[in-house]
């Protein structure tokens, strides 16, 4: 295990420093505090940059909540901001928008059949190129769990065998797909998802471009996370998408007279798995965020959240400490008044 000396720093101020960052995905187990982390991070590089938008790509939308703010497909201003737009963006709902029930019933699935993942790869693709039209100096995506989200990274290979194999599909139900009238041929439907594949390999170019992307993995100190972040590591480097950020979230801190054996053995089993986090990812700029005893919703909660974010979480005591000592005497003295009183109540009781 390195040294404390040879880590990286543990915030995600190399983030917010890398001016020429375009994408930044933020993802990771479910549940684990994602969308959280996502929000906090495009509220941070609003004070950076010109202007910023958070997309949700997971299909259980949860920025409306973090925010307290309705959003839809359409980017709006965020309450508070002038320059931090959301967008929540589901690939379903966009297909049965776009083309209709018959032609879900009849080509979409046929299409969906031969190639799996292609109806959300078109969606993807589409959205993409709304996005690109619009003048945003950095985009943070809240992607879905960790198996969506690979499926979203793998799209433009999707795309190329849809290229592949669309032509031996019916031919006659591709109008419904595209909107196309009875005068259509072949270069015409060919031409839509050329256009949609040269959109995602340009995107795709950028993504694979370590100056424009990044990919911040979120996680907690347990076992089943500890893994789902390390087959996102394998695959993302697989993918040659950046990732030198790792976010430890529920991070229980020694920082007060714990007399919990439940807490005391769940400090214990995180120190494990943190351990096994500084090991594995010695090179990476690894915060630590605290557990706290409330939800972290709305704006003014995700502004003061966003501290621990800047700054490496440091316990308000020191263990092995004059002060700690007095603190633990204090907690004693504490539980042996609410004894005694307990004591006298049940001595009164009997009495009568």
């Known amino acids: 295990m390195a040294s404390d000396m040879d880590l990286a720093e543990g915030t995600v101020q190399n983030i917010l420093e890398q001016e020429s960052l375009k994408w930044v995905f933020v993802g990771g187990k479910g549940g684990v505090g994602k969308t959280t ?70 080509f979409l699935s046929d299409l969906a059949n031969a190639i799996p993942g292609i109806d959300e790869a078109m969606s ?10 619009m003048d945003y100096s950095v985009i943070v995506f809240d992607t879905a769990p960790t198996g969506h989200t690979l499926r979203l990274l793998q799209f433009p290979s999707t795309l190329e065998k849809g290229l592949a194999k669309v032509m031996s599909l019916k031919i006659n139900l591709m109008t419904r797909l595209f909107g196309m009238d009875d005068e259509f041929n072949e270069d015409a439907i060919l031409g839509k998802l050329e256009g949609m594949k040269d959109v995602i390999e340009q995107v795709n170019k950028q993504f694979k471009d370590p100056d424009l992307t990044t990919f911040v993995c979120v996680c907690i100190p347990e076992f089943l996370s500890l893994y789902e972040t390390e087959r996102l590591v394998q695959e993302l480097t697989k993918f040659e998408i950046d990732a030198h950020n790792v976010i430890i979230n529920q991070v229980l801190f020694d920082e007060e007279v714990v007399e919990s054996k439940l807490l005391k053995a769940r400090m214990r089993m995180q120190q494990k798995y943190l351990d ?14 605290p557990l706290l005893p409330e939800e972290v919703c709305g704006v003014e909660s995700l502004k003061s959240f966003s501290r621990h974010f800047l700054a490496p979480y440091r316990p308000s005591i020191q263990r092995g400490t004059v002060e700690e000592l007095e603190n633990k005497v204090s907690a004693l003295r504490e539980q042996l008044k609410d004894a005694e009183a307990e004591l006298e109540r049940l001595r009164k009781g009997k009495q009568k």
Not at 71 to 83: M, Q, Y
Not at 124 to 133: D, G, P, R, S
Not at 276 to 286: C, E, G, P, R
């Open 276 to 289: 096994q986090f500084y090991m594995l990812y010695d090179d990476f700029h690894i915060t630590k965020l």
């Open 37 to 106: 982390c996502s929000s906090i991070l495009s509220i941070l590089l609003s004070r950076v940059r010109a202007s910023v938008l958070i997309i949700s790509t997971d299909p259980a939308h949860n920025l409306s909540d973090a925010f307290q703010q309705r959003f839809t497909k359409i980017p709006t201003l965020v309450n508070g901001f002038t320059n931090l737009y959301a967008m929540e963006v589901d690939p379903t709902v966009e297909n049965e928008e776009t083309i209709g029930s018959e032609g879900m019933d009849g």
């Open 124 to 133: 993807f693709a589409e959205m993409l190129k709304l996005v690109q039209t």
